[in-house]
């Protein structure tokens, strides 16, 4: 089975955008390198991503669409036009997430945004939680978990800082399923 990923930086209060869907303040941030990035890109080979953010990825300018080399699926309730580098995916989410996992191939990237992560959460679909924690305190903007339904164990697994970045490597702990009921399947 593959592993559904998120990974994502945020503020250290819980937000990972402005209010106006701004991401300047994570570039005023002293970090290292590409901050892990490559490392991870390189460990998947196919990404989902919300309407939302293929919406903020167009209003960029001059910049070629960045997943180009992996299978990419944008999620959306509605009908989209056809887009050369992605597959628009308008049915039920969850299922179509939960049915991916179980194909072949390698691990799954939820690029976001916040609502799709929380949908995947919610659906108890998400394997590993990579947060990159920016030392901003926004005040106010886009949060990242604010609606996950149900409480959700996580155990860390690692820990890295990249200049004044601090990366949090967590596996989701999935419940395990009730016993069944004794004798249900006798012969």
Same mark, same amino acid.
């Given at each position: ?123 108890? /679909?998400?394997? *590993? #939680? &990579?947060?990159?924690?920016? =030392?901003? !305190? ?29 990366? /949090?490597?967590? *596996? #989701? &702990?999935?419940?395990?399923? =009730?016993? !069944? ?7």
């Amino acid at each position: 089975m593959r592993s559904v990923k998120v990974f994502i930086a945020m503020s250290l209060d819980n937000f990972i955008a402005t209010e106006n869907e701004q991401m300047e303040w994570l570039e005023a941030v002293e970090g290292q390198g590409d901050n892990g990035y490559t490392r991870f890109y390189d460990t998947i080979d196919t990404i989902i991503v919300g309407r939302h953010t293929i919406e903020w990825l167009k209003k960029v300018p001059n910049l070629p669409f960045p997943y180009h080399d992996k299978t990419c699926y944008a999620i959306s309730t509605t009908p989209q036009p056809h887009d050369p580098h992605f597959s628009w995916i308008n049915n039920d989410f969850d299922t179509f997430l939960h049915d991916l996992k179980y194909r072949q191939g390698g691990d799954i990237w939820l690029v976001g945004g916040g609502q799709l992560i929380r949908s995947a959460l919610n659906a108890q /679909l998400v394997d *590993e #939680v &990579i947060l990159t924690i920016a =030392p901003v !305190l926004l005040g106010k903007g886009v949060p990242l978990f604010t609606g996950v339904l149900n409480m959700q164990h996580l155990r860390l697994r690692a820990s890295e800082t990249f200049g004044q970045f601090v990366e /949090l490597r967590y *596996e #989701v &702990i999935h419940p395990a399923p =009730p016993p !069944l009921e004794k004798g249900l399947f006798e012969v």
